[in-house]
């Protein structure tokens, strides 16, 4: 049998040698004459071969304190048969750790430390894969990579990265079916839902030549509370139509309220599956405490069907930016691009639609005497698209009941979700993606977006814990604030 690995003598006083390496260079006098930078970059890169002999010592000495294991219901005993080596990657390096193997009596074996130490299955720290991960979450995997190896200077492969995204993403829903619903106390006295798309670009396989790339969609939902905001109607119709802000609205606007407890959430498989977290995220906030509740969308007919079907009690709105971008389409197509009263006819139309005169919209962008000008076949068909779309989705632009009412009528939190979440992630240049792997990356960036990272880490190993040593080892993390304490 191999020797107990226990720390030497000799490998706490390298580590003491190292500390006093460090403090006698602070103080040295050539150190004097050194810039702030390369101080601070020299004693980075030592204090990290330290923490390597500090954790390598603790290592060691778990290994050498731990015992049998305890005998099972079954009855099963083990004896120990011998010294067993794995690698542990942390944030300080690599590190050999000796543990002690024991045989069960009925097969198989088991190194009890394992459990003690909550080491995972893969030979990466938990620390340095969320570090790790959470520069995934935010940057391209090379990228990811390369600023691990800047900070750390550790070398990771592109490959590993994507396998812990793979791997550290699993739980992702678990964790958002387990979280609590903010108090009613704290909630807004809206519950607002919004849904949107987005469009994910797919590797094509190389059996299919020249076809084209093919895109999967990402359906993205977010749930939050407010309280009602009361809005000037001709104010957001000239905003919509870009026209310059007046000074002295500005100084009298109504501050926004804070959306509360915003959570979102997206999935590559499917509307349906996005709807069914969707429910269960909603049943746990409702409550009589919500005066009212709304569902915002573009006009994806889709979309609008399931927030009918299975979400009857909500009040659905047409996001009012979806529909300002359609008038302002038929109104330079009716008036000309460059026409100088361009912006002014789209803020007057969508001023009608503020005040809930649908009718008188519908009735001038058809009144062909009020057309300044003969038409091509695209302007007569953007006109055209723009009346089938305020006709079809009437029902939901009673805007001088929602504003009244002080709801909100713009999807700007999914708006923003679906290009901040999905499309400053997944859409660089050149990006492709499998299923699988996209979805991974999303789970993340949806966790890190939510800021909700810490406690979905903390988690994710006691789950991991669970799975590979049962309930009969309890996990031994204490709290981060413990943890941190005592280099406070």
Same mark, same amino acid.
Not at 246 to 260: A, I, L, Q, W
Not at 330 to 357: F, H, I, K, T, W
Not at 359 to 388: F, K, M, P, W, Y
């Given at each position: 049998?191999?020797?107990?690995?226990?720390?030497? *003598?000799?490998?706490?006083?390298?580590?003491?040698?190292?500390?006093?390496?460090?403090?006698?260079?602070?103080?040295?006098?050539?150190?004097?004459?050194?810039?702030?930078?390369?101080?601070?970059?020299?004693?980075?890169?030592?204090?990290?071969?330290?923490?390597?002999?500090?954790?390598?010592?603790f290592?060691?000495?778990?290994?050498?304190?731990?015992?049998?294991?305890?005998?099972?219901?079954?009855?099963?005993?083990?004896?120990?048969?011998?010294?067993?080596?794995?690698?542990?990657?942390?944030?300080?390096? #690599?590190?050999?750790?000796?543990?002690?193997?024991?045989?069960?009596?009925?097969?198989?074996?088991?190194?009890?430390?394992?459990?003690?130490?909550?080491?995972?299955?893969?030979?990466?720290s938990?620390?340095?894969?969320?570090?790790?991960?959470?520069?995934?979450?935010?940057?391209?995997?090379?990228?990811?990579?390369?600023?691990?190896?800047? *900070?750390?200077?550790?070398?990771?492969?592109?490959?590993?990265?994507?396998?812990?995204?793979?791997?550290?993403?699993?739980?992702?829903?678990?964790f958002?079916?387990?979280?609590?619903?903010?108090?009613?106390?704290?909630?807004?006295?809206?519950?607002?839902?919004?849904?949107?798309?987005?469009?994910?670009?797919?590797?094509?396989?190389? =059996?299919?030549?020249?076809?084209?790339?093919?895109?999967?969609?990402?359906v *993205?939902?977010?749930?939050?509370?407010?309280?009602?905001?009361?809005?000037?109607? =001709?104010?957001?119709?000239?905003?919509?139509?870009?026209?310059?802000r007046?000074?002295?609205?500005? =100084? %009298?606007?109504?501050?926004?309220?804070? #959306?509360?407890a915003?959570?979102?959430?997206?999935?590559?498989?499917?509307?349906?599956?996005?709807?069914?977290?969707?429910?269960?995220?909603?049943?746990?906030?409702?409550?009589?405490?919500?005066?009212?509740?709304?569902?915002?969308?573009?006009?994806? #007919?889709?979309l609008?069907?399931?927030?009918?079907?299975?979400?009857a009690?909500?009040?659905?709105?047409?996001?009012?930016?979806h529909?300002?971008?359609?008038?302002?389409?038929?109104?330079?197509?009716?008036?000309?691009?460059? %026409?100088?009263?361009?912006?002014?006819?789209?803020?007057?139309?969508?001023?009608?639609?503020?005040?809930?005169?649908?009718?008188?919209?519908?009735?001038?962008?058809?009144?062909?005497?009020?057309?300044?000008?003969?038409?091509?076949?695209?302007?007569?068909?953007?006109?055209?698209?723009?009346?089938?779309y305020?006709?079809?989705?009437?029902?939901?632009?009673?805007?001088?009941?929602?504003?009244?009412?002080?709801?909100?009528?713009?999807?700007?939190?999914?708006?923003?979700?679906?290009?901040h979440?999905?499309?400053?992630?997944?859409?660089?240049?050149?990006?492709?993606?499998?299923?699988?792997?996209?979805?991974?990356?999303?789970?993340?960036?949806?966790?890190?977006v939510?800021?909700?990272?810490?406690?979905?880490?903390?988690?994710?190993?006691?789950?991991?814990?669970?799975?590979?040593?049962?309930?009969?080892?309890?996990?031994?993390?204490?709290?981060?604030?413990? *943890?941190?304490? #005592?280099?406070?």
């Open positions: 049998m191999s020797h107990d690995p226990e720390p030497s *003598i000799a490998q706490v006083a390298e580590a003491d040698e190292q500390f006093r390496k460090l403090v006698e260079y602070v103080e040295s006098p050539a150190t004097l004459s050194s810039t702030a930078y390369e101080v601070e970059l020299s004693l980075f890169r030592e204090v990290l071969v330290l923490g390597r002999s500090l954790l390598k010592i290592m060691d000495r778990k290994a050498a304190a731990s015992g049998a294991p305890r005998q099972g219901a079954d009855g099963a005993t083990t004896r120990q048969h011998s010294w067993q080596t794995r690698t542990y990657v942390s944030v300080f390096g #690599p590190i050999a750790v000796r543990r002690r193997y024991y045989r069960r009596s009925e097969g198989g074996g088991v190194c009890p430390v394992d459990a003690e130490l909550s080491l995972g299955r893969r030979r990466y938990y620390l340095l894969r969320s570090w790790l991960e959470y520069a995934v979450a935010g940057e391209a995997y090379d990228e990811a990579v390369s600023l691990i190896e800047r *900070i750390l200077g550790l070398q990771l492969s592109k490959r590993v990265a994507e396998r812990l995204a793979d791997d550290d993403s699993e739980d992702v829903d678990a958002y079916e387990q979280k609590s619903a903010p108090p009613a106390a704290e909630e807004g006295s809206i519950l607002v839902v919004q849904v949107d798309g987005k469009g994910v670009r797919m590797w094509n396989p190389p =059996e299919v030549p020249g076809r084209r790339t093919q895109k999967k969609e990402a *993205i939902t977010a749930v939050y509370t407010t309280e009602p905001h009361f809005r000037d109607p =001709e104010e957001i119709a000239d905003t919509l139509a870009g026209k310059p007046d000074g002295s609205r500005c =100084e %009298n606007r109504r501050r926004r309220p804070e #959306p509360v915003k959570e979102l959430r997206v999935t590559l498989e499917g509307k349906d599956r996005a709807f069914d977290c969707l429910e269960r995220a909603l049943d746990k906030r409702n409550g009589p405490h919500f005066r009212a509740r709304v569902a915002l969308t573009d006009g994806d #007919p889709a609008q069907d399931r927030v009918a079907d299975r979400l009690d909500f009040t659905l709105i047409l996001d009012i930016v529909v300002a971008s359609y008038v302002r389409s038929a109104s330079a197509a009716l008036l000309g691009e460059n %026409n100088p009263v361009l912006q002014d006819y789209v803020a007057c139309r969508l001023d009608e639609l503020m005040a809930g005169r649908l009718d008188r919209v519908l009735a001038t962008l058809e009144d062909r005497q009020l057309r300044g000008r003969s038409l091509s076949e695209a302007d007569e068909r953007a006109v055209a698209t723009t009346i089938g305020l006709r079809r989705n009437a029902p939901y632009l009673r805007y001088d009941e929602y504003l009244a009412n002080g709801w909100p009528i713009a999807s700007g939190a999914i708006e923003g979700a679906a290009g979440l999905v499309k400053d992630r997944m859409e660089r240049a050149g990006m492709k993606w499998r299923p699988p792997g996209a979805q991974s990356v999303l789970s993340l960036r949806t966790v890190r939510n800021d909700d990272w810490d406690d979905y880490q903390r988690f994710r190993r006691r789950r991991q814990h669970l799975r590979l040593y049962g309930p009969g080892d309890s996990f031994p993390e204490a709290p981060e604030h413990c *943890i941190l304490a #005592p280099a406070a």
